[in-house]
């Protein structure tokens, strides 16, 4: 009954036919109040609504949204009173100032980078609710999944309000384990040493990249993807990847399910081409990569790379290279027939760069190798991106090619977001020698935006200092070539050891440049002045050398330089070979002829669980006119493991110190291997074996036969404790010495810096 009584007194006002029309306004007059800071034809013109015209009720509420919608006011309200529309808003209030509360791991500067809202502007609530939620992604991103941020606003007088963001930051959440399903050739170890992921470890206070970061999960699998092509397996796929929360929910457990497949060789490679104007004979040659090695997609691009050289070399411009590869499953080999073909006829119509406030444009610019009218080539444009990044001056770089105002025109954008390229350091240092010291350094590798490096250190111990300064032009008179200018001036006062005094100063400009893929040539000269002095020993031989005024050296050099480690075939090998003579007698006191050389190989066994290294390096100091000094002799220090500091080689045993006299020659074979011990990875500690034999020999002046000179091997063994920590790798050597003379002085403890040849 009141269902029926209800239809029988709402019937007539749904279905009436007057209901169904909206009803119309026109308005003669618009009244606005509340407004402060918008003016009046602003909030007339977001209505939308002219003064006269016929409007209905709909268009009357799309003005209301409109007025909303602008952001500008905190309530607004629109009523209709006859010909006139009356509108009443409340503006948002201005920000006074912005606040972060609770905040410990972001700092305030940093945050304000992420925010929007700005002081002195309107707030507004939904631009404040996304700038908390950029907030929470920011910790995301450092690990701190559980964060949370809330904005607040605190009224103040003159329609003013405080923007605080309240932020719990939560506890960062680690990675606790990462493991690996489906690998057989290379172990966990070896996998995780290449991600950007770590496992939580001992250093988990300092380390930060231990926590859970789904993006740089993203990254790890092109890392896998990388490794895993570049050693030849062109079937590997990162099935899946599974992040687990513990338990207690404060870490995960991160798997990579992987699919391996078989690693593949090269199998014939060839050149080809239809064009009558190639030699392909000439093409052929000028491939790098034999059947048999690995297969590796960046021996393929390198290749690529030459062979397009080289067609410019020969005039032929708009050729392009494309690879054409032939699986055979039965052996495992691919066969790669590098096909020369006529590409499109476009060329380089401009570059435009922006982004760099601080580097000059031809700093960029003398990265390509291309300029605007040659022919384009987007694997140059590629390398090019590539080579600028390295200079370490961005943060950011991209070089792009978008179509010019033709078809047959580029145009080739470069991006950039400049880093910081300075340094300023103070800091203390110890060596088992030298005992501490204090250090103060200054470094720039883009000074003045040039692109050249400028550096200054002064470094002062307990008996002795070092000041040096070096300036670095890479691209003197716009070409390849790097002109260097190096001074120092150094002091020792070494009455404990040498019983000797020292003070050298000297400047020496060089002139480096590439003379082949893999060669580079540098020449300098050298003016120094070394002086010996204060001598309290009992040495005839140095006596006699320090009786002698301060001696001028003025000599001429060079260094012939073959290295593979980086741009090499093998990607877990390389060779150093380094040659370096020195010519005194350009001026001066003195004349010699001084050379040495350094061979040096790297490379991984065990599936690249094992390094191997060996290394020999040697030197002959030759003086024409005169006897050589101490200050000048070889004495092995820091090339040989297990003895100390002066504590091979010829000494003269009449006095009663045993004094270090040094050799004119030394020669010393290195050879060690690192491995891991067992050591959960994220720790960063692998272990290693060494061995090093060699010896320093020879003298001008040996006293008359009472100082033994001759060539007298020494060798010593040990093992080694690498640690990757995050003030630098670290290197602690215990050693012994299996062979030595009597009077050699040893050294079983040794803590250095970790370096690689």
Request: glycine share 8%; hydrophobic share 40%.
């Amino acid at each position: 009954m009141a269902l029926f009584l209800f239809f029988v007194i709402a019937g007539p006002y749904v279905f009436s036919p007057g209901a169904a029309q909206a009803q119309n306004y026109s308005f003669t007059n618009v009244q606005i109040e509340g407004n402060q800071r918008v003016d009046a034809s602003t909030i007339l013109s977001y209505a939308g609504i002219a003064r006269g015209e016929t409007v209905s009720a709909a268009q009357v509420n799309q003005a209301y949204q409109n007025i909303v919608e602008s952001g500008l006011f905190e309530e607004v309200e629109i009523e209709p009173r006859g010909g006139t529309l009356f509108i009443r808003v409340v503006e948002y209030p201005t920000i006074n100032v912005i606040n972060f509360e609770g905040n410990r791991m972001i700092k305030d500067e940093d945050l304000e980078q992420i925010i929007q809202s700005q002081s002195r502007r309107v707030y507004n609530p939904s631009l404040a609710e996304a700038d908390a939620a950029a907030i929470v992604t920011a910790y995301e991103q450092s690990g701190r999944l559980a964060a949370t941020v809330e904005p607040r606003i605190i009224r103040r007088s003159d329609n003013r309000v405080d923007l605080a963001f309240e932020i719990v930051e939560g506890r960062g959440v680690e990675v606790e384990r990462i493991s690996f399903v489906g690998n057989r050739f290379y172990s966990d170890g070896r996998l995780r040493r290449g991600l950007g992921t770590k496992q939580a470890g001992l250093l988990r206070r300092l380390i930060r990249s231990d926590t859970f970061v789904a993006d740089r999960i993203e990254f790890d699998k092109q890392v896998l993807q990388d490794f895993y092509v570049s050693r030849g397996f062109i079937d590997f796929q990162v099935l899946s990847v599974t992040s687990e929360l513990t338990r207690n929910r404060d870490a995960f457990l991160i798997t990579f399910n992987l699919r391996e497949g078989q690693s593949f060789k090269f199998g014939e490679v060839t050149a080809s081409s239809d064009l009558a104007e190639v030699d392909v004979d000439l093409f052929q040659e000028a491939i790098r990569v034999h059947p048999g090695v690995t297969y590796s997609p960046t021996l393929v691009d390198n290749t690529i790379a030459r062979l397009e050289r080289l067609a410019l070399q020969q005039g032929l411009n708009f050729i392009r290279v494309d690879p054409r590869v032939t699986r055979n499953d039965r052996d495992l080999t691919l066969d790669v027939d590098f096909r020369i073909v006529k590409g499109p006829r476009v060329f380089v119509e401009r570059i435009d760069i922006e982004g760099n406030a601080t580097t000059l444009d031809r700093v960029i610019r003398r990265q390509f190798r291309t300029v605007e009218g040659d022919p384009f080539n987007p694997r140059e444009i590629r390398e090019t991106a590539e080579r600028i990044r390295a200079l370490g001056f961005f943060s950011t770089a991209e070089v792009n090619a978008r179509e010019g105002t033709s078809p047959d025109q580029v145009i080739v954008d470069v991006n950039v977001e400049e880093a910081p390229t300075g340094s300023l350091s103070f800091g203390l240092n110890y060596s088992v020698t030298n005992g501490a010291g204090a250090a103060i350094s200054f470094s720039e590798s883009n000074f003045l935006g040039r692109g050249q490096y400028l550096s200054f250190s002064l470094t002062s111990g307990v008996d002795n200092s070092v000041t040096s300064f070096t300036f670095a032009e890479p691209a003197f008179l716009s070409r390849d070539v790097t002109f260097r200018f190096s001074a120092s001036y150094g002091e020792s006062s070494n009455q404990d050891s040498t019983k000797y005094d020292t003070r050298r100063v000297s400047i020496s400009p060089s002139l480096e440049f590439p003379t082949g893929e893999f060669t580079r040539l540098a020449l300098r000269y050298t003016i120094a002045e070394t002086d010996l002095y204060n001598y309290t020993g009992a040495s005839p031989i140095i006596q006699a050398e320090a009786d002698e005024e301060a001696l001028l050296t003025s000599s001429v050099g060079y260094t012939y330089s073959y290295d593979t480690r980086r741009t090499g075939l093998n990607p877990n090998a390389g060779v150093l070979l380094r040659f370096n003579q020195n010519f005194g007698g350009l001026g001066g006191d003195t004349k010699f002829v001084e050379t040495t050389a350094l061979v040096a190989s790297e490379t991984t066994v065990m599936n690249e669980d094992v390094t191997l290294r060996a290394e020999f390096e040697g030197g002959l100091l030759n003086f024409l006119d005169g006897n050589s000094r101490v200050t000048e002799r070889y004495f092995l220090n820091g090339k040989m493991r297990g003895f100390d500091n002066n504590g091979i080689g010829p000494r003269d045993l009449n006095t009663p110190s045993n004094e270090a006299l040094g050799g004119n020659m030394f020669a010393v074979v290195r050879l060690e291997a690192d491995f891991p011990i067992g050591v959960p990875e994220e720790y960063g500690i692998r272990g290693g074996l060494f061995a090093d034999v060699g010896s320093v020999w020879g003298l001008d002046n040996d006293n008359g036969g009472s100082v033994d000179d001759g060539m007298n091997l020494r060798a010593a063994v040990g093992f080694s404790i690498f640690w990757t920590t995050p003030i630098g790798p670290l290197r602690f050597n215990f050693s012994d010495a299996v062979q030595k003379e009597s009077y050699d002085e040893v050294r079983n403890f040794d803590l250095t810096i970790s370096t690689r040849f």
